[in-house]
């Protein structure tokens, strides 16, 4: 089935320091791929999302290219900052024919901890 | 906000007891979808209906069971419970079958003890 591996964390940084996470996934279609955001104490949000092979996803200065080649959706960040500190996921979204996608399958996440 | 609303935030209940998690989801939207992340296990994806019909299922265990109100609202019970049920459970809500964009609820915290 899907499957999602994601680098294990906490991933410590100091502000302005460049960021990635890695993601590679398993599936037997074509995913759409997606990073979401939790940050303490409140549910998961939608951080960018990637539809098709070489689509980059952007937000908030985060970025992350779908790469069909190496299977990966690594998220980076140029200069991180402290209110960046959370656990993100890397998610999956595969299409079967009968419902158009199932749901989404999510890594395990990977916190970030950004230090002043 | 997301929107998307659950309740109780907290729970703490015996061993063998029963709860019900509520969920009201996003203005709209018509796909509820439940998720249990534990420590351990992570983000395990549990079951989604849609427009009151059950359109998925993941790795929800036969002592739980969900349904979808005509008003659109969710309800997940829990019976049976065991210490290993203790997580956080979501609803997320997204306007239709398509799924990808998920809108979380701010998420159950269940205690069993």
């Known amino acids: 089935g899907d499957s999602v591996t994601q680098m294990e964390g906490p991933v410590t940084l100091s502000e302005e320091a460049f960021l990635t996470i890695n993601c590679t996934y398993t599936a037997t279609g074509y995913p759409s791929l997606f990073w979401y955001v939790q940050y303490p104490g409140e549910g998961l949000q939608l951080l960018l999302k990637a539809t098709k092979a070489d689509d980059k996803g952007s937000n908030k200065g985060f970025e992350a290219t779908y790469r069909k080649e190496t299977t990966s959706f690594h998220l980076e960040k140029g200069s991180v900052q402290v209110s960046d500190s959370a656990v993100y996921f890397c998610?999956?979204?595969?299409?079967?024919?009968?419902?158009?996608?199932?749901?989404?399958?999510f890594g395990s996440g990977t916190r970030l901890q950004v230090q002043p | 906000d997301s929107g998307v609303t659950q309740t109780p935030k907290h729970l703490i209940t015996a061993t063998g007891q029963r709860v019900t998690l509520r969920c009201s989801p996003r203005s709209g939207d018509l796909s509820v979808y439940w998720y249990q992340q534990s420590l351990d296990q992570g983000l395990q994806f549990l079951i989604q209906y849609y427009n009151g019909e059950e359109r998925a299922k993941g790795n929800i265990l036969e002592r739980f069971s969900a349904q979808q109100f005509p008003d659109l609202h969710s309800e997940l019970n829990l019976s049976s419970l065991e210490l290993g049920d203790s997580a956080l459970y979501f609803c997320?809500?997204?306007?239709?079958?398509?799924?990808?964009?998920?809108?979380f609820g701010e998420g159950s915290r269940l205690t069993v003890l």
């Open positions: 998610a999956l979204s595969e299409r079967v024919k009968d419902t158009g996608r199932r749901a989404l399958t």
């Open positions: 997320a809500s997204s306007l239709g079958q398509v799924t990808g964009e998920l809108f």
